[in-house]
């Protein structure tokens, strides 16, 4: 039974640059899964349901998504759950840690614009990781770069083999649909958001193609996929379950076309939960003894309840209700009432999930990223990096009333991996630093409208935010004495040198020979 339950999950998560049709893709995958009934437009202001994946207020205001989000639904024998990962680039680092719950990957590139730099970053966290990729190509409803343009530059601009497994039939408003080269059908497009369109069984070498597509597209269509299986290796499994070949599809999120071909492609050759590895052994996910990580925590999903959402991906054995587990840093044991689910804003309290799963366990305050749950091993997952941000503002109370709503807010945002936060030793101000702009303005809206409090930035110019450490206690002493207006100390009371400038961070580095500098948290 654990075996079978663990074989039939499918844990992936779908990124892509922003715009490219993401968020519409997953929309699509759960009106498959029988988990919406319509399918909302994210953008358009006339439609007031917006997509069912983006739920906090700001990305609702800006259709972008900020947050990962988790759904699972069942299609076919599986159980698929999916993580919508943020596609702006100010909010990498959560895509990042994300990417270590997941067994494989789908990429989803805009067919006009091609690969963009967010898609390569991403890509290279995969390739580190090993992890499988599957590549959608979008919009083909919409004028598109030549297909085999398009293999190229992904190619080239992913660092990875790829192999068409549906081929485009034009694009833009001459757009006719896609051939399947993995099932061997022909799929007519018909513009419509609601409805799924029409399959055709054809043979391509009769006239019955050129009725279907008209004579100058058939043969041209017959002449490509002679050129793909000559150019192309026929596509082999194994090949891509290692991470060495991606399978590419054509079509329209928005017009649910090509993403049925997609899924059910996807159910069948992407893997199962992997073995994940642990700083002291490789954990085997049919192991019988329950293990898991948390990567993700998010507060207030549910605005009338102050609390947080610990997100665990189940690495081995099977969870259970109200069974007492190890929680490895704390070195004590918990239970939980009520682990969820979640189809977007709809959670389900769960009795039992396997490998392979993500649960969400209610948080006050237990949890911190990289968190190990066990049956009572010492265990450490590791691979959940915070990275040296590039942007810095002091951050300052607005209402001297809401002293303690802003010291609550910021330490739950915190622990939520939104920013980092740095305390300056020298005027114990508060500096909160991050990978991009949009993140302060994310802060500022959620202190507002989640924590009732108002903060004000302050401009602080710095260079980078590196730890330190050195096995030299005097030298390590002098350097702080030295810079005594820039150390920090981190959450975890580790210090942080706050350099204002390249030169003077390279000069540190000189001048201060057995001090290390380190460019992430994990070391």
């Given at each position: 039974m654990a075996?079978?339950?663990i074989e039939r999950r499918r844990t992936f998560a779908i990124v892509a640059h922003p715009d490219a049709g993401k968020t519409s893709l997953t929309e699509k995958f759960l009106l498959f899964g029988g988990q919406i009934q319509v399918a909302g437009a994210v953008k358009s202001n006339k439609i007031k349901k917006t997509a069912t994946s983006d739920w906090m207020d700001i990305e609702k205001q800006r259709g972008i998504s900020v947050t990962t989000s988790v759904m699972e639904f069942d299609y076919k024998d599986y159980k698929v759950n999916i993580l919508d990962t943020p596609g702006h680039q100010d909010f990498a680092e959560d895509t990042y840690r994300t990417l270590t719950a997941v067994d494989s990957v789908i990429i989803v590139v805009d067919g006009a614009k091609g690969v963009e730099t967010q898609t390569r970053k991403l890509m290279e966290v995969c390739r580190m990781r090993n992890t499988p990729v599957i590549i959608f190509v979008n919009k083909m409803d919409r004028e598109a770069k030549d297909p085999?343009?398009?293999?190229?530059?992904?190619?080239?601009?992913?660092?990875?083999?790829?192999?068409?497994?549906?081929?485009?039939?034009e694009s833009g408003p001459r757009f006719k649909g896609v051939y399947?080269?993995?099932?061997?059908?022909?799929?007519?497009?018909?513009?419509?958001k609601q409805v799924v369109t029409e399959k055709v069984e054809v043979d391509i070498h009769t006239e019955e193609l050129d009725n279907r597509i008209g004579r100058d597209l058939a043969d041209r269509l017959r002449g490509e996929l002679e050129l793909i299986e000559g150019v192309y290796p026929d596509f082999?499994?194994?090949?891509y379950l290692k991470g060495e070949v991606a399978p590419v599809f054509f079509g329209s999120a928005l017009n649910n076309f090509g993403v049925e071909e997609l899924l059910n492609t996807f159910v069948e050759?992407?893997?199962?939960?992997?073995?994940?590895?642990?700083?002291?052994?490789?954990?085997?996910?049919?192991?019988?003894?329950?293990?898991?990580?948390?990567f993700k925590i998010t507060a207030n999903i549910d605005p009338n309840h102050r609390s947080c959402i610990a997100f665990c991906k189940v690495c081995s054995g099977k969870f259970s209700r109200n069974v007492p587990y190890y929680h490895v840093r704390h070195d004590k044991t918990l239970r939980f009432s009520s682990p969820t689910q979640f189809m977007a804003q709809r959670k389900t309290t769960v009795d039992e999930a396997w490998a392979g799963d993500i649960i969400g366990l209610p948080d006050n305050g237990t949890f911190k990223i990289g968190d190990t749950l066990t049956e009572g091993e010492h265990l450490h997952f590791r691979g959940l990096p915070s990275f040296s941000p590039e942007m810095f503002k002091y951050i300052e109370n607005a209402d001297p009333m809401k002293q303690k709503q802003l010291a609550k807010g910021i330490d739950q945002l915190m622990d939520e991996g939104v920013a980092q936060l740095f305390v300056n030793q020298f005027n114990g101000r508060k500096i909160i630093g991050t990978v991009g702009q949009l993140q302060f303005e994310v802060i500022q809206?959620?202190?507002?409208?989640?924590?009732?409090?108002?903060?004000?930035?302050?401009?602080v110019s710095l260079y980078k935010a590196c730890w330190i450490e050195s096995d030299d206690p005097a030298e390590l002493d002098a350097f702080k004495k030295r810079k005594y207006q820039y150390m920090a100390?981190?959450?975890?009371?580790?210090?942080?040198?706050?350099a204002d400038s390249?030169?003077?961070?390279?000069?540190?580095?000189?001048?201060?020979?057995?001090?290390?500098?380190?460019?992430?948290?994990?070391?």
């Open positions: 075996n079978q339950e085999f343009d398009l293999m190229d530059e992904l190619e080239e601009e992913l660092v990875i083999q790829v192999r068409p497994l549906t081929w485009p039939i399947n080269l993995y099932e061997h059908n022909l799929n007519l497009f018909q513009p419509s082999d499994v194994d090949s050759i992407a893997p199962s939960p992997r073995p994940v590895k642990a700083e002291e052994r490789t954990v085997m996910p049919d192991e019988p003894k329950f293990t898991g990580f948390i809206y959620r202190l507002e409208h989640e924590y009732n409090a108002r903060c004000r930035w302050e401009p100390k981190d959450r975890e009371g580790r210090d942080v040198f706050l390249g030169y003077v961070l390279q000069m540190a580095q000189m001048d201060f020979k057995h001090i290390k500098f380190h460019f992430t948290s994990e070391f």
